[in-house]
């Protein structure tokens, strides 16, 4: 008989962000259920949170450490494990689930090093287990429904890509008044050596990416500081050469005041053009050549069999952020009972190959960017 594969949650306490939206997103179709946790680096904190979550007490752990080994040892212990702590514990939060035979779920970016991905790549791959990056924006209907289309050739060639995401929350030393999610990520012990390229920039690398199908070849990279006394870069620009001769430029900026969360790609080949603008996610730009712009909307009859799988409310119900979390958890959650028969395919969700991708692209950019602007290979 099926059952709800069980998950545990590593981060996600009481005043934190991310972790919240990974719950809803398991949630949203049933697949699982959570019930484990080492939620705070606070004990206390852990299992307060824990109660809030209707966790057993005796399942909220106090480290990720004790919460790896007792799951590990039950019979009806997590089967997954989701990482929502700052960036510096990815790694060796998902060493030590994998070690007990655990799935991972993890946020990005994958880890602070290359060295250290690159050794959990082996770990993966040595235990046949899986991993999951959750970069949400790809699982946009409408993204899919791009991805699709230079898939099927219908924007022909792909010359030029342009890729920002833009965000004005860190425009004042939002660090210096205790603002947590401000001080972690610009830390370079608890962040790693990149701030907005690492943050936001990895999101926007790893979306030109999957549409386009193509991968980085190089980077020429300027990385700035704005606000005084910041030790990590708070925007970058980036110029990318794309295998097959396509040309790039990906923007990230934390300081670009008016932004929000201002996610934006256009594509442009030899025969068609396409725009994704994360403010209007129900709609995707679409222009053949010769022809007038058309808007392909989420639910309606124009959009193609990826996006429709990727949607779950009919046309002008508004969708959003949490789905398209939910529809990575729901990707995963297919492989994972693949997986259980004895299949060893992936999903469609970003794995560990795209995980050490975005830090090998992190690390290439703040190589060039250190060299005053040299090409330097991916
Ligand atoms: N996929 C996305 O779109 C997206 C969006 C936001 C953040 N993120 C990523 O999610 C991660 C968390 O970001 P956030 O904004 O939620 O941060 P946050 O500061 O809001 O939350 C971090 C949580 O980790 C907990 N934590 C810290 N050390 C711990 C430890 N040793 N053991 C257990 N828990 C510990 C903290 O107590 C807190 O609950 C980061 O890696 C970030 O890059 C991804």
Redesign the pocket.
């Known amino acids: 008989m099926s059952r709800r594969i069980r998950l545990g949650m590593?981060?996600?306490?009481?005043?934190?962000?991310?972790?919240a939206?990974h719950r809803v997103a398991a949630r949203l179709d049933d697949e699982y259920e959570l019930v484990a946790a080492?939620?705070?680096?606070?004990a206390a904190?852990?299992q307060s949170?824990g109660a809030k979550l209707h966790l057993a007490p005796q399942r909220c752990y106090e480290?990720?450490a004790a919460m790896a080994q007792a799951e590990g040892a039950r019979s009806d212990g997590i089967d997954v494990v989701a990482i929502?702590?700052?960036?510096h514990?990815?790694v060796p939060v998902a060493r030590a689930f994998l070690e007990q035979g655990i799935h991972v779920i993890c946020?990005?970016?994958l880890g602070i090093s290359v060295a250290e991905v690159e050794d959990l790549r082996r770990q993966v791959q040595s235990s046949g287990l899986m991993l999951m990056v959750?970069?949400?924006?790809s699982a946009y209907p409408m993204v899919r429904h791009a991805r699709a289309l230079v898939q099927q050739g219908a924007i022909g060639d792909v010359r030029v890509v342009q890729v920002e995401y833009a965000q004005d929350w860190l425009s004042e030393p939002l660090e210096l008044t205790g603002q947590?999610?401000a001080a972690?990520r610009s830390n370079p012990a608890l962040a790693g050596p990149a701030g907005a390229l690492g943050?936001i920039g990895t999101?926007a690398f790893h979306l030109a990416e999957f549409v386009t199908g193509l991968r980085t070849e190089a980077v020429c990279a300027g990385l700035s500081t704005f606000v005084p006394g910041r030790t990590l870069d708070d925007d970058v620009q980036v110029m990318l050469r794309f295998q097959g001769g396509a040309r790039g430029m990906l923007w990230a900026s934390q300081v670009a005041v008016g932004n929000s969360n201002r996610l934006q790609l256009r594509v442009y080949g030899s025969q068609g053009g396409l725009h994704f603008d994360h403010a209007k996610q129900d709609q995707l730009l679409f222009s053949k050549l010769g022809a007038a712009e058309q808007t392909i909307y989420r639910g309606s009859t124009a959009a193609n069999s990826s996006a429709a799988a990727a949607t779950r409310l009919p046309c002008g119900h508004p969708e959003g952020y949490f789905e398209a979390f939910a529809n990575l958890y729901r990707e995963f959650a297919a492989s994972w009972r693949q997986y259980q028969l004895g299949s060893s395919q992936t999903g469609n969700y970003p794995d560990i190959a795209d995980g050490c991708r975005g830090v090998a692209f992190i690390d290439s950019t703040l190589k060039s960017s250190a060299s005053g602007g040299h090409w330097v290979a991916l």
Not at 84 to 87: D, G, R, S
Not at 134 to 137: E, G, I, L, M
């Open positions: 590593v981060g996600g306490g009481e005043g934190s962000f991310i972790g939206a080492a939620l705070s680096s606070d904190r852990a949170s480290n990720y929502v702590t700052p960036n514990l990815h946020d990005k970016p959750t970069h949400t924006y947590k999610q972690w943050d999101h």
